[in-house]
């Protein structure tokens, strides 16, 4: 089956800074992935995806980065914003399973 | 309404007690998805619908558990004889489409407490 891991499970920046958050999956088959923005006591939030035929896919302040050589998805948010406070979630699909797998969140923290 | 809605929000329950949450998707959407999340951790995934077809309940933690959309829209989920491991957020999320293919819309979820 899939494994999503995540590699921090807080990140704090500063207010304007740019933030990272990285996620690792496990199936190489895996063929969609998606970055989720969940506030307390909300759903999660779709925010990007991308799909295993392209590297990069820019939005509006975001970028996902995938690189399915190291099994390796990154969401980059840009000038980070205190709405932007939140845990992240990425989520993959592919492989032969029905539903999405989901990591264990990042929590950004943005400093003032 | 425009999103997907959830009812209830809390849902408090002793011990051995039957719960039912309900899920009203996006109309229209063909996919719906119900997911369990534990404090602090990711969503995982239950059940999944296409219509009204129960194609995939891989991932019902026990038969305890059960789901059903009979009409192809509104969806339930049924926890028998509750347990306190089943306290837990219960998501439902919806999609245009059949399978992977498109965004999934979360609801806000079914907070579950059992004492």
């Known amino acids: 089956g899939e494994s999503v891991g995540l590699h921090l499970p807080t990140l704090s920046v500063q207010e304007g800074d740019n933030s990272i958050i990285n996620c690792a999956y496990s199936?190489?088959?895996?063929?969609?992935f998606i970055w989720y923005k969940q506030e307390s006591g909300k759903g999660p939030q779709f925010i990007i995806d991308i799909r295993s035929n392209m590297d990069k896919r820019q939005g509006q302040r975001v970028t996902v980065l995938l690189n399915k050589t190291v099994k390796h998805l990154s969401l980059q948010i840009a000038a980070t914003q205190p709405g932007d406070s939140a845990v992240y979630f990425c989520?993959?699909?592919?492989?032969?399973?029905?539903?999405?797998?989901f990591g264990k969140g990042t929590h950004l923290i943005i400093q003032p | 309404g425009a999103g997907v809605s959830q009812s209830p929000r809390y849902k408090v329950a002793k011990r051995g007690q039957d719960v039912a949450l309900r899920c009203d998707p996006i109309?229209?959407?063909?996919?719906l998805f119900w997911y369990q999340q534990a404090l602090g951790q990711g969503p995982e995934f239950l059940t999944y619908f296409q219509n009204e077809a129960q194609l995939d309940k891989s991932g019902l933690p026990s038969d305890r558990f059960f789901a059903e959309r009979p009409e192809g829209s509104v969806s339930t989920l049924k926890i028998q004889r509750t347990q306190q491991e089943d306290s837990a957020v219960y998501l439902c999320?919806?999609?245009?489409?059949?399978?992977?293919?498109?965004?999934?819309?979360f609801g806000e979820g079914s907070r579950l407490t059992v004492l």
């Open positions: 999320a919806s999609s245009l489409y059949g399978g992977n293919t498109g965004e999934l819309f």
């Open positions: 109309s229209g959407h063909v996919s």
């Open positions: 989520a993959v699909s592919g492989g032969g399973a029905d539903g999405l797998t």
């Open positions: 199936n190489s088959a895996s063929d969609y």
